[in-house]
Protein backbone atom coordinates (compact mmCIF):
# COMPACT_ATOMS: atom_id res chain seq x y z
CA UNK A 1 0.00 0.00 0.00
CA UNK A 2 1.05 3.55 -0.74
CA UNK A 3 2.34 4.89 2.91
CA UNK A 4 0.07 8.42 2.02
CA UNK A 5 -2.23 6.42 1.84
CA UNK A 6 -2.07 3.96 4.57
CA UNK A 7 -1.28 7.17 6.93
CA UNK A 8 -4.64 8.82 5.34
CA UNK A 9 -6.52 5.86 6.45
CA UNK A 10 -5.27 5.58 9.84
CA UNK A 11 -6.30 8.82 10.19
CA UNK A 12 -9.78 8.56 8.90
CA UNK A 13 -10.19 5.64 11.24
CA UNK A 14 -9.90 7.91 14.05
CA UNK A 15 -11.55 10.63 12.51
CA UNK A 16 -15.08 7.97 12.01
CA UNK A 17 -14.85 7.08 16.19
CA UNK A 18 -14.69 11.00 16.56
CA UNK A 19 -17.84 11.62 14.19
CA UNK A 20 -19.55 8.43 16.02
CA UNK A 21 -18.45 9.65 19.50
CA UNK A 22 -19.50 13.68 18.89
CA UNK A 23 -16.14 14.81 20.17
CA UNK A 24 -15.15 18.51 19.50
CA UNK A 25 -12.93 19.98 17.37
CA UNK A 26 -10.22 20.53 19.16
CA UNK A 27 -9.70 16.55 20.22
CA UNK A 28 -10.04 15.76 17.09
CA UNK A 29 -7.15 17.92 16.23
CA UNK A 30 -5.03 16.50 18.69
CA UNK A 31 -5.95 12.67 18.24
CA UNK A 32 -4.98 13.17 14.35
CA UNK A 33 -1.35 14.75 14.83
CA UNK A 34 1.35 13.69 15.75
CA UNK A 35 2.80 15.18 19.00
CA UNK A 36 6.54 14.87 18.09
CA UNK A 37 8.50 13.74 14.89
CA UNK A 38 12.17 13.22 14.32
CA UNK A 39 13.65 12.69 11.34
CA UNK A 40 17.56 11.74 11.28
CA UNK A 41 20.17 10.75 9.49
CA UNK A 42 22.54 7.97 9.83
CA UNK A 43 26.30 7.59 8.91
CA UNK A 44 26.91 4.23 9.21
CA UNK A 45 30.82 3.01 8.21
CA UNK A 46 30.83 -0.05 5.75
CA UNK A 47 32.87 -3.30 6.14
CA UNK A 48 34.63 -1.90 2.92
CA UNK A 49 35.74 1.42 4.51
CA UNK A 50 32.97 3.59 2.78
CA UNK A 51 30.04 5.59 4.79
CA UNK A 52 26.75 5.09 3.92
CA UNK A 53 23.34 7.47 5.17
CA UNK A 54 20.91 6.02 5.90
CA UNK A 55 17.15 7.91 6.73
CA UNK A 56 15.38 7.44 10.02
CA UNK A 57 11.97 8.58 11.96
CA UNK A 58 10.77 8.04 15.53
CA UNK A 59 7.11 9.35 15.66
CA UNK A 60 5.11 10.37 19.38
CA UNK A 61 1.66 10.51 18.67
CA UNK A 62 0.73 11.27 21.88
CA UNK A 63 2.09 10.66 25.23
CA UNK A 64 -1.55 11.52 27.39
CA UNK A 65 -2.04 8.41 28.67
CA UNK A 66 2.04 7.37 29.32
CA UNK A 67 5.51 7.16 27.94
CA UNK A 68 5.16 6.36 23.82
CA UNK A 69 5.46 2.89 23.06
CA UNK A 70 6.12 1.12 19.33
CA UNK A 71 8.44 -0.98 17.57
CA UNK A 72 10.94 0.56 15.39
CA UNK A 73 11.26 -1.40 11.66
CA UNK A 74 14.12 -1.98 9.05
CA UNK A 75 12.80 -1.79 5.52
CA UNK A 76 13.69 -0.35 2.44
CA UNK A 77 10.28 1.48 1.77
CA UNK A 78 9.80 2.48 5.25
CA UNK A 79 8.71 6.50 5.07
CA UNK A 80 7.95 9.16 7.80
CA UNK A 81 4.20 8.35 6.21
CA UNK A 82 4.58 4.83 6.81
CA UNK A 83 5.62 5.50 10.54
CA UNK A 84 3.30 8.79 11.62
CA UNK A 85 0.21 6.03 10.67
CA UNK A 86 2.05 3.09 12.73
CA UNK A 87 2.65 5.36 15.54
CA UNK A 88 -0.99 6.85 15.49
CA UNK A 89 -2.51 3.17 15.17
CA UNK A 90 -0.18 2.57 18.43
CA UNK A 91 -1.95 4.86 20.52
CA UNK A 92 -5.23 3.37 20.34
CA UNK A 93 -3.95 -0.19 20.37
CA UNK A 94 -2.33 0.72 23.66
CA UNK A 95 -5.75 2.18 24.52
CA UNK A 96 -7.66 -1.07 23.98
CA UNK A 97 -5.32 -3.33 26.26
CA UNK A 98 -5.74 -0.75 29.06
CA UNK A 99 -1.85 -0.06 28.86
CA UNK A 100 -0.40 3.26 30.49
CA UNK A 101 1.36 4.40 27.08
CA UNK A 102 0.74 6.66 24.16
CA UNK A 103 1.80 5.61 20.53
CA UNK A 104 5.29 6.02 19.14
CA UNK A 105 6.75 4.17 16.16
CA UNK A 106 10.33 4.25 14.79
CA UNK A 107 11.80 3.36 11.68
CA UNK A 108 14.82 3.20 9.40
CA UNK A 109 14.61 3.04 5.49
CA UNK A 110 17.23 0.22 4.86
CA UNK A 111 17.32 -3.78 3.48
CA UNK A 112 18.85 -5.29 6.64
CA UNK A 113 19.86 -8.06 4.40
CA UNK A 114 21.84 -6.31 2.57
CA UNK A 115 24.07 -5.30 5.73
CA UNK A 116 26.84 -7.49 7.82
CA UNK A 117 25.99 -7.82 11.25
CA UNK A 118 28.67 -5.51 12.07
CA UNK A 119 27.12 -3.19 9.98
CA UNK A 120 23.53 -3.53 10.95
CA UNK A 121 25.22 -3.31 14.83
CA UNK A 122 26.44 -0.10 13.69
CA UNK A 123 23.46 0.99 11.73
CA UNK A 124 21.66 0.33 14.97
CA UNK A 125 23.73 2.22 17.85
CA UNK A 126 23.76 5.08 15.97
CA UNK A 127 19.63 5.20 15.14
CA UNK A 128 19.59 4.84 18.96
CA UNK A 129 22.72 7.89 19.10
CA UNK A 130 20.45 9.85 16.76
CA UNK A 131 16.75 9.60 18.69
CA UNK A 132 18.46 9.41 22.04
CA UNK A 133 17.08 12.97 22.65
CA UNK A 134 13.82 12.02 22.50
CA UNK A 135 13.51 8.22 24.35
CA UNK A 136 13.70 7.29 27.81
CA UNK A 137 11.98 4.66 30.34
CA UNK A 138 9.34 7.84 30.80
CA UNK A 139 9.09 9.57 27.95
CA UNK A 140 9.11 6.42 24.50
CA UNK A 141 10.39 3.00 24.81
CA UNK A 142 10.99 1.47 21.67
CA UNK A 143 10.72 -2.50 20.87
CA UNK A 144 11.30 -4.37 17.42
CA UNK A 145 9.43 -4.34 14.33
CA UNK A 146 9.59 -5.37 11.11
CA UNK A 147 13.14 -6.91 10.12
CA UNK A 148 14.63 -5.65 13.80
CA UNK A 149 14.69 -8.53 16.75
CA UNK A 150 15.81 -8.83 20.35
CA UNK A 151 19.81 -9.05 19.27
CA UNK A 152 19.43 -5.21 17.29
CA UNK A 153 17.32 -4.21 20.90
CA UNK A 154 20.14 -5.12 23.27
CA UNK A 155 22.29 -3.69 20.90
CA UNK A 156 20.00 -0.45 21.25
CA UNK A 157 19.32 -1.21 25.06
CA UNK A 158 23.36 -0.99 25.29
CA UNK A 159 24.16 2.14 23.00
CA UNK A 160 20.88 4.04 25.47
CA UNK A 161 23.14 2.71 28.54
CA UNK A 162 26.23 4.05 27.04
CA UNK A 163 25.12 7.64 26.13
CA UNK A 164 23.48 7.80 29.87
CA UNK A 165 26.60 6.36 31.66
CA UNK A 166 23.73 3.93 33.71
CA UNK A 167 22.26 0.83 33.02
CA UNK A 168 18.97 1.73 31.23
CA UNK A 169 17.29 -1.46 30.78
CA UNK A 170 13.68 -0.33 30.61
CA UNK A 171 13.97 2.18 27.76
CA UNK A 172 13.77 -0.63 25.11
CA UNK A 173 11.65 -4.10 25.19
CA UNK A 174 11.98 -7.27 23.39
CA UNK A 175 15.49 -7.70 24.34
CA UNK A 176 16.48 -11.25 25.23
CA UNK A 177 16.41 -12.55 28.71
CA UNK A 178 20.03 -12.19 29.46
CA UNK A 179 19.48 -8.41 29.15
CA UNK A 180 16.00 -8.08 30.96
CA UNK A 181 13.45 -9.33 28.34
CA UNK A 182 10.22 -10.66 29.01
CA UNK A 183 9.36 -14.50 29.17
CA UNK A 184 6.69 -14.82 26.53
CA UNK A 185 7.80 -12.25 24.72
CA UNK A 186 8.34 -14.05 21.21
CA UNK A 187 5.05 -15.19 21.18
CA UNK A 188 3.02 -12.57 22.51
CA UNK A 189 1.68 -11.11 19.37
CA UNK A 190 0.91 -14.54 18.07
CA UNK A 191 -0.27 -15.77 21.60
CA UNK A 192 -2.94 -12.70 21.74
CA UNK A 193 -4.01 -13.66 18.28
CA UNK A 194 -4.98 -16.49 19.89
CA UNK A 195 -6.72 -15.80 22.77
CA UNK A 196 -8.71 -13.30 21.33
CA UNK A 197 -10.20 -15.33 18.75
CA UNK A 198 -10.22 -18.13 21.20
CA UNK A 199 -12.74 -15.69 22.92
CA UNK A 200 -14.68 -14.39 19.91
CA UNK A 201 -15.15 -18.21 19.16
CA UNK A 202 -16.45 -19.23 22.41
CA UNK A 203 -18.90 -16.16 22.46
CA UNK A 204 -20.62 -17.58 19.62
CA UNK A 205 -20.95 -20.94 21.58
CA UNK A 206 -17.80 -22.83 19.55
CA UNK A 207 -14.36 -23.89 19.82
CA UNK A 208 -11.14 -23.59 17.71
CA UNK A 209 -10.91 -27.24 18.10
CA UNK A 210 -11.52 -28.87 13.94
CA UNK A 211 -11.75 -25.24 12.64
CA UNK A 212 -10.20 -24.92 9.20
CA UNK A 213 -7.39 -21.95 9.39
CA UNK A 214 -5.25 -20.25 6.84
CA UNK A 215 -2.27 -18.29 7.48
CA UNK A 216 -0.99 -15.11 5.35
CA UNK A 217 2.54 -14.37 6.23
CA UNK A 218 4.64 -16.97 7.26
CA UNK A 219 7.27 -14.71 9.07
CA UNK A 220 7.58 -14.62 13.27
CA UNK A 221 4.02 -13.89 14.10
CA UNK A 222 2.50 -16.31 11.48
CA UNK A 223 4.48 -19.20 12.39
CA UNK A 224 3.86 -18.89 15.93
CA UNK A 225 0.14 -18.69 15.27
CA UNK A 226 0.17 -21.39 13.04
CA UNK A 227 1.38 -23.40 15.74
CA UNK A 228 -0.41 -22.18 18.67
CA UNK A 229 -3.80 -22.58 17.01
CA UNK A 230 -2.70 -26.16 15.77
CA UNK A 231 -2.33 -26.92 19.43
CA UNK A 232 -6.08 -26.06 20.17
CA UNK A 233 -7.12 -28.51 17.91
CA UNK A 234 -7.54 -26.68 14.70
CA UNK A 235 -6.62 -27.28 11.25
CA UNK A 236 -3.92 -25.38 9.46
CA UNK A 237 -4.69 -26.13 5.68
CA UNK A 238 -2.70 -22.99 4.05
CA UNK A 239 0.27 -21.22 4.51
CA UNK A 240 2.28 -19.33 2.64
CA UNK A 241 5.25 -16.35 2.71
CA UNK A 242 6.09 -13.83 0.53
CA UNK A 243 7.27 -16.38 -2.25
CA UNK A 244 5.95 -19.85 -1.82
CA UNK A 245 2.69 -21.37 -0.12
CA UNK A 246 1.18 -24.99 0.76
CA UNK A 247 -2.47 -25.87 0.79
CA UNK A 248 -3.36 -29.22 2.18
CA UNK A 249 -7.18 -29.73 3.07
CA UNK A 250 -5.78 -32.91 5.66
CA UNK A 251 -4.06 -30.48 7.27
CA UNK A 252 -0.23 -29.56 7.46
CA UNK A 253 2.50 -30.38 9.67
CA UNK A 254 3.41 -27.02 11.09
CA UNK A 255 6.78 -28.50 12.41
CA UNK A 256 7.59 -29.92 9.79
CA UNK A 257 6.91 -26.49 7.51
CA UNK A 258 8.91 -24.66 10.53
CA UNK A 259 11.95 -26.98 9.84
CA UNK A 260 12.11 -26.74 6.05
CA UNK A 261 10.94 -22.86 6.35
CA UNK A 262 14.50 -22.77 8.31
CA UNK A 263 16.79 -24.92 6.73
CA UNK A 264 15.49 -23.35 3.04
CA UNK A 265 13.89 -20.25 3.70
CA UNK A 266 10.94 -21.20 1.73
CA UNK A 267 8.08 -23.41 1.72
CA UNK A 268 8.69 -24.46 -1.71
CA UNK A 269 10.41 -28.38 -0.37
CA UNK A 270 7.29 -29.05 1.91
CA UNK A 271 6.44 -32.91 0.51
CA UNK A 272 2.70 -32.59 1.10
CA UNK A 273 -0.02 -30.98 -0.24
CA UNK A 274 -0.16 -28.63 -3.20
CA UNK A 275 2.33 -25.75 -3.84
CA UNK A 276 0.21 -22.59 -3.90
CA UNK A 277 1.22 -18.70 -4.31
CA UNK A 278 0.03 -16.38 -1.80
CA UNK A 279 -2.37 -14.59 -3.89
CA UNK A 280 -3.89 -18.27 -3.81
CA UNK A 281 -3.70 -18.41 -0.20
CA UNK A 282 -6.34 -15.61 0.23
CA UNK A 283 -8.88 -17.41 -1.81
CA UNK A 284 -8.92 -20.71 0.19
CA UNK A 285 -12.23 -21.52 1.86
CA UNK A 286 -11.38 -21.24 5.19
CA UNK A 287 -13.51 -20.60 9.12
CA UNK A 288 -10.79 -18.23 10.24
CA UNK A 289 -8.44 -16.29 8.41
CA UNK A 290 -5.23 -15.14 9.95
CA UNK A 291 -3.18 -12.06 7.91
CA UNK A 292 0.08 -12.31 9.30
CA UNK A 293 1.91 -9.76 6.13
CA UNK A 294 2.02 -6.28 5.15
CA UNK A 295 -0.76 -3.70 5.25
CA UNK A 296 -3.55 -3.82 2.46
CA UNK A 297 -3.17 -7.84 1.48
CA UNK A 298 -7.00 -7.58 0.99
CA UNK A 299 -7.88 -4.73 -1.03
CA UNK A 300 -10.94 -3.72 -3.79
CA UNK A 301 -9.37 -6.46 -6.42
CA UNK A 302 -9.13 -9.26 -4.62
CA UNK A 303 -12.14 -9.01 -1.59
CA UNK A 304 -14.69 -10.66 -3.38
CA UNK A 305 -12.60 -13.73 -3.71
CA UNK A 306 -11.84 -14.16 0.10
CA UNK A 307 -14.04 -17.18 1.94
CA UNK A 308 -13.93 -16.57 5.67
CA UNK A 309 -16.19 -16.28 8.43
CA UNK A 310 -13.68 -14.84 10.85
CA UNK A 311 -10.93 -12.49 10.26
CA UNK A 312 -8.01 -12.25 12.69
CA UNK A 313 -5.66 -9.21 11.98
CA UNK A 314 -1.86 -10.18 13.18
CA UNK A 315 -0.34 -7.36 10.83
CA UNK A 316 -1.48 -3.98 10.82
CA UNK A 317 -3.81 -2.24 8.70
CA UNK A 318 -4.01 -5.97 6.51
CA UNK A 319 -7.34 -4.61 5.29
CA UNK A 320 -8.61 -1.46 2.71
CA UNK A 321 -11.14 0.35 3.96
CA UNK A 322 -13.53 -0.85 0.90
CA UNK A 323 -12.44 -4.09 1.58
CA UNK A 324 -13.24 -3.57 4.71
CA UNK A 325 -16.82 -2.38 3.86
CA UNK A 326 -17.52 -5.36 1.77
CA UNK A 327 -16.64 -7.98 4.35
CA UNK A 328 -18.55 -6.42 7.19
CA UNK A 329 -21.86 -6.20 4.30
CA UNK A 330 -20.92 -10.10 4.16
CA UNK A 331 -21.17 -10.48 7.62
CA UNK A 332 -16.97 -11.41 8.30
CA UNK A 333 -16.30 -11.00 11.63
CA UNK A 334 -13.09 -8.49 12.14
CA UNK A 335 -11.09 -8.69 14.72
CA UNK A 336 -9.08 -5.38 14.03
CA UNK A 337 -5.32 -5.46 14.40
CA UNK A 338 -5.94 -2.81 17.60
CA UNK A 339 -7.04 -5.79 19.19
CA UNK A 340 -6.04 -9.27 17.45
CA UNK A 341 -2.16 -7.96 17.22
CA UNK A 342 -1.92 -6.24 20.50
CA UNK A 343 -0.16 -9.41 22.37
CA UNK A 344 3.22 -7.74 21.27
CA UNK A 345 2.47 -4.64 23.15
CA UNK A 346 1.02 -6.15 26.04
CA UNK A 347 3.72 -7.84 27.21
CA UNK A 348 6.24 -5.20 25.88
CA UNK A 349 4.53 -3.51 28.78
CA UNK A 350 4.92 -6.40 31.52
CA UNK A 351 8.76 -6.67 30.40
CA UNK A 352 8.85 -2.88 30.98
CA UNK A 353 6.95 -3.05 34.43
CA UNK A 354 9.49 -6.35 35.59
CA UNK A 355 12.40 -3.97 34.01
CA UNK A 356 11.20 -1.21 36.44
CA UNK A 357 10.43 -2.95 39.70
CA UNK A 358 13.42 -5.84 39.19
CA UNK A 359 10.81 -8.46 39.58
CA UNK A 360 10.91 -11.13 36.87
CA UNK A 361 7.83 -13.44 36.29
CA UNK A 362 7.32 -16.97 34.51
CA UNK A 363 6.06 -17.99 31.89
CA UNK A 364 2.77 -18.42 32.64
CA UNK A 365 2.02 -15.64 35.12
CA UNK A 366 2.71 -14.05 31.64
CA UNK A 367 0.28 -15.65 29.76
CA UNK A 368 -2.20 -15.50 32.39
CA UNK A 369 -1.51 -12.11 32.49
CA UNK A 370 -1.97 -11.58 28.83
CA UNK A 371 -4.99 -13.62 28.56
CA UNK A 372 -6.63 -11.88 31.09
CA UNK A 373 -6.40 -8.27 29.71
CA UNK A 374 -7.18 -9.16 25.85
CA UNK A 375 -9.86 -11.22 26.86
CA UNK A 376 -11.02 -8.22 28.93
CA UNK A 377 -10.87 -6.13 25.98
CA UNK A 378 -12.89 -8.13 23.79
CA UNK A 379 -15.52 -8.08 26.01
CA UNK A 380 -15.76 -4.68 26.26
CA UNK A 381 -15.64 -3.87 22.64
CA UNK A 382 -18.07 -6.79 22.26
CA UNK A 383 -20.49 -5.24 25.24
CA UNK A 384 -19.54 -1.56 23.52
CA UNK A 385 -20.09 -2.58 19.82
CA UNK A 386 -23.86 -3.78 21.45
CA UNK A 387 -24.88 -1.65 23.66
CA UNK A 388 -24.21 1.86 20.54
CA UNK A 389 -25.54 -1.09 18.00
CA UNK A 390 -22.75 -0.33 15.94
CA UNK A 391 -22.03 -1.79 12.53
CA UNK A 392 -19.10 -3.81 12.85
CA UNK A 393 -16.21 -4.71 15.25
CA UNK A 394 -13.29 -2.31 13.94
CA UNK A 395 -15.35 1.03 14.54
CA UNK A 396 -16.30 -0.33 18.09
CA UNK A 397 -12.72 -0.82 18.66
CA UNK A 398 -12.15 2.47 17.64
CA UNK A 399 -14.48 3.44 19.86
CA UNK A 400 -13.43 2.49 22.98
CA UNK A 401 -9.72 3.42 22.28
CA UNK A 402 -11.12 7.11 20.63
CA UNK A 403 -12.95 7.50 24.32
CA UNK A 404 -10.69 6.55 26.48
CA UNK A 405 -7.55 8.72 25.04
CA UNK A 406 -9.95 11.56 24.75
CA UNK A 407 -10.95 11.33 28.43
CA UNK A 408 -7.39 11.49 29.20
CA UNK A 409 -6.91 14.88 27.20
CA UNK A 410 -10.16 16.15 28.80
CA UNK A 411 -8.77 14.97 32.69
CA UNK A 412 -5.36 16.81 31.88
CA UNK A 413 -6.90 19.89 30.45
CA UNK A 414 -4.91 19.28 27.15
CA UNK A 415 -8.86 19.82 25.60
Known amino acids: MENNLFYQRAISLVQKACDNLG?????????????????????????????????????????????GKGGIRFHPETTFDEVKALATLMTFKCAIAGLPYGGGKGGVQVNPRELSVMELERLSRGY???????????????????????QIMAWMMDEFSIIQQNP??????????????????????????????????????????????????????GAIAARLFAAEGAKIIAICDSKSGVYDPQGINVDLADEIK??????????????????????????????????????????DKIQTS?????????????????????????LPDILASAGGVTVSYFEWVQNRTGLYWSDAEVQERLENMLVDAFYTIKKFKEEKNWDNWRAAAFGVAVQRVAKALKDRGWC
Open 23 to 67: LDEATRQVLTEPKRAVEVAIPVKMDDGSTRVFKGWRVLHTDVMGP
Open 128 to 150: IRAIAPVIGVDKDVPAPDVYTNP
Open 168 to 221: EFGVITGKPLSVGGSKGRVSATAQGSLYVTRAAYRSMGRELAGATVCVHGYGNA
Open 262 to 303: AKTGSLKTYPNGKQVTPDDVLEIPCDIFLPASLEGIIHEGNV
Open 310 to 334: LISELANGPITPEADEVLNKKGVII
